[in-house]
T-cell receptor, first 115, second 115 residues
Framework: KNQVEQSPQSLIILEGKNCTLQ??????????LRWYKQDTGRGPVSLTI?????NTKSNGRYTATLDADTKQSSLHITASQLSDSASYIC??????????????FGGGTRVLVKP | SQTIHQWPATLVQPVGSPLSLECTVE??????LYWYRQAAGRGLQLLFY??????ISSEVPQNLSASRPQDRQFILSSKKLLLSDSGFYLC??????????????FGPGTRLTVL
């Protein structure tokens, strides 16, 4: 069964500090992995996408890494800001699922940045 | 550019009442369309997806139904709401092409509270 597990479930960090979120998956065969940011009460917005051959991808202060061999990804937030408070969702796409239903979602990590 | 709309933004309904949530997409044609539910503090659960007008695939047995009367319109309905239907409902679209069908863009969501 395809699964995506994220850790920690939640974390609190001080403004200006760094943090790293983890994502482990069992989806196979693998197509790509996305990290989404979801502000409270809003729809998720894509931060990064990584394919099998990519090890790292940055989007401003967000840096995602992928180890396709161990099926692990991480999202690193540098110099956190209050606006980084949100849920971060790891989403993995498989290759051979039906065209309309390729994605497996993680449960998300809720990040709270405190001043 | 493409935009996705959902309404209403919030809804409070009594148990046993009917439900109709609407989602429309602008700026693209022949999209794949999706309905997700997100319970408080939980991950996204795919409810329905559609690859064309009148074509609906259901992922989870429940008292909800979906319809796609027009190419860019997706409706989520229920004849009688249950308490367990409370949650945050997200509509999403993706390009029809197989290569990009896992690139999903989410709407702003509808917060449903069933009392």
């Amino acid at each position: 069964k395809n699964q995506v597990e994220q850790s920690p479930q939640s974390l609190i960090i001080l403004e200006g500090k760094n943090c790293t979120l983890q994502c482990n998956y069992t989806v196979s065969p693998f197509s790509n992995l996305r990290w989404y940011k979801q502000d409270t009460g809003r729809g998720p917005v894509s931060l990064t996408i990584m394919t099998f051959s990519e090890n790292t991808k940055s989007n401003g202060r967000y840096t995602a890494t992928l180890d396709a061999d161990t099926k692990q990804s991480s999202l690193h937030i540098t110099a956190s800001q209050l606006s980084d408070s949100a849920s971060y969702i790891c989403v993995v796409s498989g290759i051979y699922k039906a065209a309309g239903n390729k994605l497996t979602f993680g449960g998300g990590t809720r990040v709270l940045v405190k001043p | 550019s493409q935009t996705i709309h959902q309404w209403p933004a919030t809804l409070v309904q009594p148990v046993g009442s009917p439900l109709s949530l609407e989602c429309t997409v602008e700026g693209t044609s022949n999209p794949n369309l999706y309905w997700y539910r997100q319970a408080a503090g939980r991950g996204l659960q795919l409810l329905f997806y559609s690859v064309g007008i009148g074509q609906i695939s259901s992922e989870v047995p429940q008292n909800l139904s979906a319809s796609r009367p027009q190419d860019r319109q997706f409706i989520l309905s229920s004849k009688k709401l249950l308490l367990s239907d409370s949650g945050f409902y997200l509509c999403a679209w993706s390009p029809r092409t197989v290569k990009r069908s896992d690139e999903q863009f989410f709407g702003p969501g509808t917060r449903l509270t069933v009392l």
